[in-house]
């Protein structure tokens, strides 16, 4: 007996299919209309009407120590990444486990019920108590239900830049996180910012952990730390677990420096996030018109055949006001700054959310196919570009065979001189 039947579910490619879930694994994938729905219970049986199954979403790159703090103590009204930390610098000082854990779980579930079952997240270790580090670690078990959850210890402040940083760094390795992090553009000076490099690569492989850096988050082109963890991580091997997050100086480069970097990136195995929420209103704060656009070269990275995944960042925070938790807002604010929203960037941007970002996860196995697992999304819309188009709802969400999170589709009637009928924005 199956635990799950999705029944007429659209993929990607177009295809109707129907999927069986049997002990969390996908173990039918059949034409649409083609398994018997007795294999089911009827409770667990869900006829997706021709809507798009892909399997479940990840989310490689958050805060959410940070998250729901919009407005604590104040609003970032200069819109500059150099506010929003300040202003975090301050709420941090009144972190307490219960106000951590109660935030971070709002946002998760609202991620759960968007489709991702794995989210990475970073952690402040510069805050004294490490409270956030804790929380969020006690966390991981608690939504364990829901989603995989990653933890990044975080070094906000900078590792140099106070003398207990180094040591708190440590003690969050010791307390169990999954990745070391790091942020080199924002130690005091350039030496100070490759050493950051050094250590956080030598506690990833004393560690044995992967390592996921802020790295090059200005728009000062001069800001050149990710050729050094390129070739780091070229010199000790362990480029396929190494992550270059934001990376926007790269957008700013000249273009024979930045072939130069993404050469580099490319041999050495080196993933990149971009991050389009926040950089989409933090990055060119400092211009006067024309004003640049704060995100890294994602179609030069990709033509270099360097795995680049697609991050929220910020769900209500100093830094991103906004935000739903969503990984389509991400990918719909970036096709248009991105100049990604071709026919033909359809294909790519769903790439990114689904495979890139599973495979800077450290996913082994990721698709739709059979002994793959079971955690599989549903949305009200019928195709790619429709889901993207309206950020469709996604109706069902199931994490290794069992049900996490359900949406009904909504109806809207529109009122005519002639009478009244319903409208619908997903097909
Ligand atoms: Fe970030």
Redesign the pocket.
């Known amino acids: 007996m199956a635990t799950w039947l999705i029944t007429n579910a659209a993929t990607r490619d177009g295809s109707s299919v129907d999927i069986a879930i049997e002990n969390g694994t996908i173990s039918r994938l059949e034409d649409g209309g083609s398994i018997d729905p007795s294999v089911a219970p009827a409770d667990q049986r869900y006829d997706a009407d021709g809507r798009l199954v892909t399997p479940t979403l990840t989310e490689p790159?958050l805060?959410l120590d940070a998250t729901l703090t919009a407005g604590e103590p104040s609003w970032n009204e200069s819109g500059t990444l150099a506010e929003g930390i300040d202003i975090w610098s301050k709420r941090k000082q009144s972190l307490e486990a219960d106000d951590v854990k109660a935030r971070a779980e709002q946002a998760i579930e609202w991620l759960a019920a968007n489709g991702v079952t794995r989210i990475r997240t970073?952690a402040d270790t510069t805050e004294e108590s490490l409270t956030g580090v804790q929380a969020l670690l006690e966390l991981r078990e608690t939504v364990a239900d829901l989603v995989d959850l990653q933890v990044v210890a975080f070094p906000q402040d900078g590792i140099f830049t106070d003398e207990l940083h180094e040591d708190l760094l440590r003690e969050a390795l010791e307390m169990g996180v999954d990745v070391v992090g790091g942020i080199p553009h924002n130690e005091h000076t350039r030496e100070d910012g490759t050493a950051s490099i050094e250590l956080a690569m030598d506690l990833a492989e004393s560690y044995e952990l992967p390592v996921d850096l802020?790295i090059d988050e200005t728009d000062d082109p001069g800001s050149r730390f990710t050729e050094v963890l390129a070739s780091e991580a070229i010199k000790r091997g362990i480029g396929d677990r190494v992550t270059a997050?934001?990376v926007t100086a790269m957008h700013s480069y000249p273009n024979s420096y930045a072939a130069k970097v993404i050469s580099l990136l490319a041999e050495s195995g080196v993933s990149v996030i971009t991050?389009p929420p926040?950089n989409s209103v933090l990055q060119g704060r400092y211009d006067d018109y024309p004003r640049r656009r704060g995100h890294t070269r994602i179609d030069e990275l990709r033509d270099a055949n360097v795995t680049v995944g697609i991050g929220h960042?910020s769900v209500m925070d100093p830094w991103y006001h906004y935000g739903r938790a969503d990984p389509l807002d991400a990918a719909f604010i970036l096709l248009h700054y991105a100049h990604m929203n071709g026919r033909s960037d359809v294909g790519p941007l769903w790439d990114l959310l689904t495979d890139a970002n599973a495979d800077i996860f450290g996913v082994d196995e990721y698709g739709l196919s059979v002994g793959q697992e079971g955690s599989l999304v549903v949305y009200d819309s019928p195709d790619p570009f429709n889901v993207l188009r309206t950020r469709a709802p996604r109706t069902l969400v199931l994490k290794k065979g069992r049900e996490i999170a359900r949406t009904e589709p909504t109806t809207t009637t529109v009122i005519r001189n002639n009478g009244e009928r319903s409208v619908d924005f997903h097909r």
């Open positions: 790159h805060h970073h802020h997050s934001h991050n926040d960042d």
